[in-house]
T-cell receptor
């Protein structure tokens, strides 16, 4: 079945550093989305991408929909402690597919 | 506006029992999706309903079923519970305006099967 390969699995960074994570798939998706999940809560939508090559920003977050439609990346600039959490890439389609998540730890 | 609400928050069941989980979408959202999230993993898609019709189904056994009501709320039923069904069950709602892909999640129901 369809699978998303999300990397890295976890990241330990200092406050103020930039972060980059990505997601690849063997399948084409029409939509890529990025979510963040805090402990004990449901995922929260960060960015939605609908066109190949699209680059979208939401505050300190920037995400891109890969040209091949098989990948996407998320960048976080100048990280702060509240960025801690699990970030999921999501391929949107007939069956929504979540990546395994990138666990981000930020040291103040 | 209220977000997606789910009930109950926590639930403990015994193997072989049946469980019903409930979800109320954001007002105006006509689509509801259900996900299973096992500890340490990403959510796995179970069902999506739009306008009371099943729009998508993930790779789950027939023990899992769902329905959507005229007010767009939804129930997820799981029969003959197994230990492996222990997980956080998430409900998400979406609207046609967001292409049905921009989903807003509830806090989940934590199901423990003993």
């Amino acid at each position: 079945g369809q699978q998303l390969n999300q990397s890295p699995q976890s990241m330990f960074i200092q406050e103020g550093e930039d972060v980059s994570m990505n997601c690849t798939s063997s399948s084409i998706f029409n939509t890529w989305l990025w979510y963040k999940q805090d402990p004990g809560e449901g995922p929260v939508l960060l960015i939605a991408l609908y066109k190949a090559g699209e680059l979208t920003s939401n505050g300190r977050l920037t995400a891109q929909f890969g040209i091949t439609r098989k990948d996407s990346f998320l960048n976080i600039s100048a990280s702060i402690p509240s960025d801690v959490g699990i970030y999921f890439c999501v391929g949107g389609g007939f069956k929504t597919i979540f990546g395994a998540g990138t666990r981000l730890f930020v040291k103040a | 506006d209220a977000g997606v609400t789910q009930s109950p928050t926590h639930l403990i069941k015994t193997r072989g029992q049946q469980v019903t989980l409930r979800c109320s979408p954001i007002s105006g959202h006509k689509s509801v999706s259900w996900y299973q999230q096992v500890l340490g993993q990403g959510p796995q898609f179970i069902f999506q309903y739009y306008e009371k019709e099943e729009r998508g189904r993930g790779n789950f056994p027939d023990r899992f079923s769902a329905r959507q009501f005229p007010n767009y709320s939804s129930e997820l039923n799981v029969n003959a519970l197994l230990l492996g069904d222990s997980a956080l069950y998430l409900c998400a709602s979406s609207s046609l305006a967001g292409g049905l892909y921009e989903q807003y999640f509830g806090p989940g129901t934590r199901l423990t099967v003993t």
